[in-house]
């Protein structure tokens, strides 16, 4: 009987216990929903001042990745250097511009920043934001097949010497992607 009561406890305490486990999945989309907070739609006065450095980079971006060459974006944009972080996608251009030349021969791209949705704009302080920008880049291979699709990437800019640069940029990895695409259905 004291067996039998002991072991009763134990799988009370244990099932209480599971039940008390924070799910990792609630976590990570809150986590989500906190990130996405506080990124607008730009109006339309505000709208050229940023679209404009994510205009900038991008070609700086694509033209690296044709030309095979990292530093044609990192002359320009000196801070994508540091900071890699290829698990969470922090400055992983380099990454791009290698795989996509080990595996191809390109001859152009094109993107379209705004294929997907408008960009956002989360505003730090008067000079610094965060640029949300869902949209495409399509590599032209010699073969004249194509490469490339969605992607969704919060570019980081600072005022500096009056204009707007980039500093850092953060892609969305996969699972992340999936977490926003998820978040934002649910949002709807």
Same mark, same amino acid.
């Given at each position: 009987?004291?067996?039998?009561?002991?072991?009763?406890?134990?799988?009370?305490?244990?099932?209480?216990?599971?039940?008390?486990?924070?799910?990792?999945?609630?976590?990570?989309?809150?986590?989500?929903?906190?990130?996405?907070?506080?990124?607008?739609?730009?109006?339309?006065?505000?709208?050229?001042?940023?679209?404009?450095?994510?205009?900038?980079?991008?070609?700086?971006?694509?033209?690296?990745?044709?030309?095979?060459?990292?530093?044609?974006?990192?002359?320009?944009?000196?801070?994508?250097?540091?900071?890699?972080?290829?698990?969470?996608?922090?400055? $992983?251009?380099? /990454? &791009? +511009?290698?795989? %996509?030349n080990?595996?191809?021969?390109?001859?152009?791209? !094109?993107?379209?920043? =705004? *294929?997907?949705?408008?960009?956002?704009?989360?505003? $730090?302080?008067? /000079? &610094? +934001?965060?640029? %949300?920008?869902?949209?495409?880049?399509?590599?032209?291979? !010699?073969?004249?097949d =194509? *490469?490339?699709?969605?992607?969704?990437?919060?570019?980081?800019?600072?005022?500096?010497?009056?204009?707007?640069?980039?500093?850092?940029?953060d892609?969305?990895?996969?699972?992340?992607?999936?977490?926003w695409?998820?978040?934002?259905?649910?949002?709807?």
């Amino acid at each position: 009987m004291k067996i039998f009561l002991l072991r009763s406890i134990l799988v009370v305490i244990l099932i209480s216990l599971v039940g008390c486990q924070q799910n990792k999945s609630i976590t990570e989309n809150l986590n989500t929903k906190i990130e996405m907070e506080g990124f607008e739609e730009p109006k339309s006065s505000e709208w050229v001042k940023y679209i404009t450095p994510v205009i900038e980079y991008m070609y700086y971006r694509t033209q690296a990745v044709v030309n095979s060459d990292i530093n044609i974006l990192w002359d320009k944009y000196r801070n994508l250097k540091d900071n890699v972080d290829s698990e969470q996608g922090v400055n $992983i251009e380099k /990454n &791009e +511009v290698e795989s %996509l030349n080990r595996n191809f021969d390109l001859l152009d791209a !094109n993107f379209n920043i =705004e *294929s997907y949705e408008r960009i956002k704009v989360k505003i $730090i302080n008067e /000079n &610094e +934001v965060v640029v %949300l920008v869902h949209g495409s880049i399509i590599y032209l291979k !010699n073969d004249f097949d =194509e *490469s490339g699709g969605e992607y969704l990437i919060k570019i980081f800019l600072e005022f500096k010497n009056n204009q707007w640069t980039v500093v850092k940029t953060d892609e969305y990895t996969l699972p992340e992607y999936k977490e926003w695409v998820s978040l934002k259905r649910g949002m709807e």
